[in-house]
Nanobody, 120 residues
Framework: QLQLVESGGGLVQPGGSLTLSCTAS??????????MSWYRQAPGKERELVAS????????NYADSVKGRFTVSKDNAKDTVYLQLNNLKPEDTAVYYC???????????WGQGTQVTVSS
């Protein structure tokens, strides 16, 4: 059964850091074509793409709003993708979701989400 389990959210002060993790199961995490992404959704706003990484090649993509502050990485041996959030701002407050998608098949799945709150 395909499953994504996120962890690492919490409350942090502006300028602080957090690391989110998403561990996958039920599919070939490192297979060519798999893209792991982090999305976020703030109250009253649409869900937006934050960052993504290709598990087989490592190429990454970031939203302009997080470039230079967030870093997406992966550990294929652990079937896990990470999102390092640095220099957090109040506008980064949202529920962060992990997403798995295969470019060449119908595979797609979402995690349950983890809350990140940036506040003093």
């Amino acid at each position: 059964q395909l499953q994504l389990v996120e962890s690492g959210g919490g409350l942090v002060q502006p300028g602080g850091s957090l690391t989110l993790s998403c561990t996958a199961s039920g599919f070939a995490f490192a297979e060519y074509g798999v893209i792991m992404s982090w999305y976020r959704q703030a109250p009253g706003k649409e869900r937006e793409l934050v960052a993504s990484i290709a598990t087989a090649g490592g190429s990454t993509n970031y939203a302009d709003s997080v470039k230079g502050r967030f870093t997406v990485s992966k550990d294929n041996a652990k079937d896990t993708v990470y999102l390092q959030l640095n220099n957090l701002k109040p506008e980064d407050t949202a529920v962060y979701y992990c997403n798995a998608k295969h470019r060449f098949t119908t595979l797609e799945s979402w995690g349950q989400g983890t809350q990140v709150t940036v506040s003093s």
